[in-house]
Structures are given as C-alpha cells and as structure tokens.
C-alpha cells in the first residue's frame, strides 16, 4: 500500500507532502489517511480500488497545498502555464497508460 499511493496520486505527491509540512490542519486531516494505509498494508490482499476512500481527502490537502502555492503574488504571471504543464504531464500520462 505504501507503494501505491504514490503511484495513484500521481504527480501530485509532492503537494501533498507540502500541504502537510506546511499547515497543522491538514496534519489532522492526513493522521487517518496514514492510520488507513497502515492498517490496509497488513492485509495480505492488496488492490488499488481500497485506496479510493482516502484519495478524496488526499486531494483536499492537494487543492489547498496547489491554492497556496499559485496565489503567491510572484508566481501570478506563470499560473497557466503551471497548470498546462500540470494537464500536459497527465495526458500524457493518461495515453501512455491507455495504450497497453
């Protein structure tokens, strides 16, 4: 399970480990997503689809971790190109995966 979370969040690993560091919030938020992990990592049965449950709220510590990040005043310029950058890696990703 430790190595499919990262696998299923993709790209947005290091958002997550942002928005942990940085706010106590999503400190609490993050405890049952990791008590979650543990306890689904000692079953000897192991499928991605049991990691769906917590990818919502990992994704709440991304989307407030990447609302930070892009509302800095110094990064207001580069926000689309930060976020077609963001689409392109997916998509590329997306098709790549698709095909075999």
């Given at each position: 399970?430790l ?8 790209i ?18 993050f405890?049952?997503?990791l ?8 079953s ?16 709440v510590?991304?989307?407030k ?18 976020m ?16 075999y």
């Amino acid at each position: 399970f430790l190595q499919g979370f990262p696998t299923v969040l993709g790209i947005y690993v290091p958002f997550l480990m942002h928005g942990i560091l940085r706010n106590k919030y999503a400190q609490m938020i993050f405890t049952p997503i990791l008590l979650y992990i543990i306890i689904h990592s000692l079953s000897p049965h192991k499928e991605f689809r049991f990691l769906l449950p917590i990818l919502s709220l990992s994704h709440v510590l991304v989307g407030k971790s990447l609302h930070s990040f892009l509302s800095k005043s110094s990064l207001k310029g580069k926000r689309v190109k930060f976020m077609l950058a963001v689409a392109t890696i997916h998509m590329t990703l997306a098709i790549y995966f698709s095909m075999y």
